[in-house]
């Protein structure tokens, strides 16, 4: 990775999300996604809440960064119950 010159975290986060993706097609694969409409005002698949939910810890985490001066790892675990609330319910 020395050749992008990231910073550790930075490659740590899009590792995430690439591990994220892969698990969204295994599980496609193994278990087909059906639409489905819970709390959301719009019918979603899986993939739907997840890139919701990925949208959502962004704005989350920079709300904090902007708004306080709490460590990161609070928005990371609002956004992690955030994560399990719309793929569960969503």
């Not at 809440?49 to 990371?76: C, D, E, K, Q, Y």
């Amino acid at each position: 990775m020395e050749w992008m010159a990231w910073t550790t975290p930075s490659a740590l986060f899009f590792v995430g999300i690439g591990c994220i993706i892969l698990t969204m097609v295994c599980w496609e694969i193994v278990s087909p996604t059906v639409a489905s409409k819970g709390f959301l005002p719009i019918i979603t698949t899986r993939g739907d809440r997840i890139f919701i939910s990925l949208l959502s810890a962004a704005f989350i985490h920079l709300g904090f960064i902007g708004l306080t001066m709490l460590p990161l790892s609070v928005p990371l675990t609002i956004a992690i119950i955030w994560l399990f609330i719309v793929m569960k319910w969503g």
